[in-house]
Structures are given as structure tokens and as C-alpha cells.
């Protein structure tokens, strides 16, 4: 069916539910799994007076939680994980990091993080399922 998964993760609620999906996935077809956080790379801070560079860490600080959240479930579940922290838009990143990769699929949840922004430039989930070379599957937060 597939030969390696690669899930998404923003840290909210709909991600955790992928990750836990696509953990389950992996563990049942005994294939490979991957993870990825995306840094976005357009910010509320780009118009603020911030430092950049605090903001950065912080994200990465951020990133990095989310990813060995995923590690945690991963390895309770018996399923190695390999995981990777990008900057750019997260679709792009998402679809290029899946791309390298050769992944069989791609999880994701149907809803992130920012919803303010997702209404005015479409949701990641709604470009990769458009956009993606692989089979995309959507988890909702509601699902399970």
C-alpha cells in the first residue's frame, strides 16, 4: 500500500490526531515514518518591531517540542521516527520534504493552528490534497 508515511505537525490538536494516526499507520505496514514541523515563514512578527532572531529560537524552541512529542508517541508505539524542521510556507515544505523523501503518503490535520490566516490564504491541508504527487489523508480532530 505504502512505503513510508510522513506526517505534518503544527502542534494543535488536529496535528496530534494525524500524528497518532499516522503512527498507527506505520506500526500496521510496518513501513518508515517521518515527521516535519514547518517554521512559516510568513510571521504576524514580520510587520512588529521584534527581534528576528529571538523569534526564530523561539519558534525552533517550539518546533523542536512538537517533533519530540511525536518521538514520544512514536517509540511508545513501537515505530521509529526520523523528523525535520523546515522554514518556508508549510504546504511547499510539506510537498518538497515528500518529495525527497519518496514517501508513500502524507498525513496531516485538517485544521492547524492559525485560522485567521487559513481564512485568508486557504489552509496547508487544502493545497497539499490539491497540489501533492502523493496520496494525502486528512485527519480530523473530531476522528477517533
Known amino acids: 500500500m505504502y512505503d513510508s508515511i510522513l506526517v505534518a505537525t503544527d502542534g494543535s490538536n488536529a496535528a496530534s490526531t494525524a500524528v497518532e494516526h499516522a503512527i498507527e499507520l506505520a506500526r500496521r505496514l510496518e513501513v518508515p515514518l517521518y515527521a516535519i514541523a514547518v517554521l512559516e515563514s510568513r510571521t504576524e512578527y514580520d510587520n512588529a518591531i521584534v527581534d528576528p532572531e529571538e523569534v526564530d529560537r523561539r519558534r525552533r524552541e517550539q518546533a523542536s517540542s512538537w517533533l519530540e512529542h511525536v518521538e514520544t508517541l512514536a517509540k511508545k508505539g513501537g515505530v521509529g521516527v526520523e523528523t ?61
Open 84 to 144: 525535520t524542521i523546515r522554514s518556508g510556507v508549510p504546504d511547499e515544505e510539506i510537498r518538497a520534504y515528500a518529495g525527497e523523501l519518496g514517501v508513500g503518503a502524507i498525513v496531516l490535520g485538517a485544521q492547524g493552528r492559525s485560522s485567521f490566516r487559513r481564512a485568508l490564504l486557504g489552509s496547508t491541508a487544502d493545497r497539499v490534497v490539491r497540489l501533492a504527487d502523493q496520496p494525502v489523508v486528512v485527519v480530523d480532530s473530531d476522528t477517533e
